[in-house]
């Protein structure tokens, strides 16, 4: 029987990949470092960090920063990121979010956020989805996606096995962390990509409560 469901966010509850790319690309051209979108495709999912060296990497320009100043460049990233996320409200939820927090709830299921993003209580509280969210989990100390440890972190938060959970996202490294952590894993989005995942659907709207309904039992 179910008992939480972990969320993604960028990408499963909201988009904000385009914001991050704008972000990032801002930042790489002023280092004279071109990146498109499908080089963002392998961004989703990844944390601040973990993107600004893949970013110098593809740049060839790793070596030439220190710890300080990677630090720096993710500042000057994430200022503006948050401005490009400032105006974020209730129109920018997916369609079908809220109907399955309210089921769940119904269901007396807990539901946990497990984003990489240190960005992700902000807007859910510009959402107005705090009111669903029963923990955010906090990546900054953990490993990152594929690891499990995001996912791990929430089953344990509330002592729930992870047999007992469901993993939502968007990401190939999150199904893969979805599947380490031991839960069934939900992917939105491209089937072939997301092959590797429980069940796929193309949008969080289309997610089968048929198929709910047998788990949450
Ligand atoms: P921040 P998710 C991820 O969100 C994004 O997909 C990824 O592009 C971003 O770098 C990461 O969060 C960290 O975000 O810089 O805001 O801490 O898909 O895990 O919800
Ligand atoms: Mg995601």
Redesign the pocket.
């Not at 993604?8 to 499963?12: K, P, Q, S, T």
């Not at 961004?43 to 601040?48: A, I, M, P």
């Given at each position: 029987m179910i008992k939480l469901v972990v969320f993604?966010?960028?990408?499963?509850i909201t988009e904000?990949?385009e914001q991050?790319f704008i972000a990032w690309k801002t930042l790489a051209d002023s280092k004279n470092i071109v990146i498109d979108r499908e080089f963002n495709e392998s961004?989703?999912?990844?944390?601040?960090y973990d993107?600004i060296v893949k970013i110098l990497k593809y740049g060839n320009v790793l070596d030439d920063y220190s710890k300080e100043e990677v630090k720096k460049l993710m500042k000057i990233?994430?200022d503006n990121?948050v401005k490009l996320i400032s105006k974020f409200n209730e129109d920018n939820i997916n369609g079908g979010v809220e109907d399955l927090f309210i089921y769940f709830k119904k269901n007396n299921i807990k539901i946990a956020i497990g984003?990489?993003?240190?960005?992700?209580p902000f807007l859910i509280k510009n959402m107005k989805l705090d009111v669903y969210i029963d923990y955010i989990v906090n990546?900054l100390n953990l490993d990152g996606?594929p690891s499990p440890d995001i996912f791990l972190d929430a089953a344990n938060h509330f002592g729930i096995s992870p047999t007992e959970c469901i993993g939502i996202e968007?990401?190939i490294s999150?199904i893969k962390a979805i599947n380490t952590a031991g839960m069934i894993s939900i992917g939105i989005g491209d089937k072939k990509i997301l092959k590797d995942a429980d069940y796929v659907y193309d949008s969080i709207g289309e997610i089968d409560y048929k198929v709910l309904e047998e788990m949450v039992k």
């Open positions: 993604d966010l960028d990408g499963v904000t990949s991050h961004l989703k999912g990844v944390s601040r993107s990233k994430n990121y984003s990489a993003s240190r960005n992700a990546p996606k968007d990401a999150g």
